[in-house]
């Protein structure tokens, strides 16, 4: 009887351990500098749980692959609550900036299948290449690097639609009772910085075309 409880342990091991490396689990894949996950200091291979708090220091980067074929990178001075199964309040910005890649969201889901929050604003996307910075108390900059984002006030209203195959951006900022929304140019990020991050999923960003 131990011996069978013993080979069911065992295969029970095999299998969970089968099911974390099939499921695609959220992953550090690169790291300069320091980071931490809920206040550990990560290392490359670390998973990075659902709901975790991901924290980079000054002159740092970390990246993060999950489901597969999508992957950010958290800037430096950057504080992420990773959530993106979260469909209705999405992963939590806090401060700092991301460069996000995402070719791998769920199928079907209704509305925005992956959603960051800022304190004034939320990027909602169901693929794409955009980047994110939390650039004040009470602003915002987005920028769809290549593809569509939809920018939504903190109620969820629509506060503007950006598509573009080489990157628009606007500022977003708390001036009242509802969000102001202006242009702005391409800053804080590059096309090579967008290039590394779709690099981490072996994608190839075609900037003549807008990404759907």
């Known amino acids: 009887m131990r011996r069978i409880t013993c080979l069911m342990g065992f295969f029970l ?3 969970t351990l089968c099911f974390a490396q099939n499921s695609k689990v959220p992953t550090v894949t690169y790291l300069e500098g ?5 206040g550990q200091q990560a290392a490359v291979g670390d998973v990075v749980p659902l709901g975790s708090l991901v924290v980079t220091s000054a002159q740092s980067l970390v990246d993060i692959e999950f489901n597969g074929r999508n992957a950010l990178r958290l800037s430096e001075n950057t504080s992420l609550v990773f959530n993106p199964r979260n469909f209705q309040t999405g992963s939590e910005l806090k401060q700092g900036a991301l460069t996000l890649v995402l070719k791998g969201l769920p199928s079907g889901a209704i509305g925005e299948s992956f959603l960051v929050r800022t304190p004034t604003v939320v990027a909602g996307v169901r693929g794409t290449s955009f980047f994110i910075k939390v ?45 102001q929304v202006s242009d702005a ?28």
């Open 13 to 15: 091991a095999i299998s």
């Open 135 to 179: 650039d004040g108390p009470s602003s915002t900059y987005v920028c769809a690097c290549n593809g569509a984002v939809q920018v939504l006030g903190p109620d969820g209203s629509i506060l503007r639609e950006l598509a573009a195959s080489h990157h628009k951006a606007v500022r977003v900022t708390d001036e009242g009772d509802r969000p």
């Open 185 to 212: 140019p391409m800053l804080y990020h590059t096309d090579d910085d967008v290039e590394k991050v779709a690099a981490d999923i072996g994608y190839k960003i075609d900037w003549n075309t807008i990404d759907k």
């Open 34 to 38: 320091t980071a931490s996950i809920d």
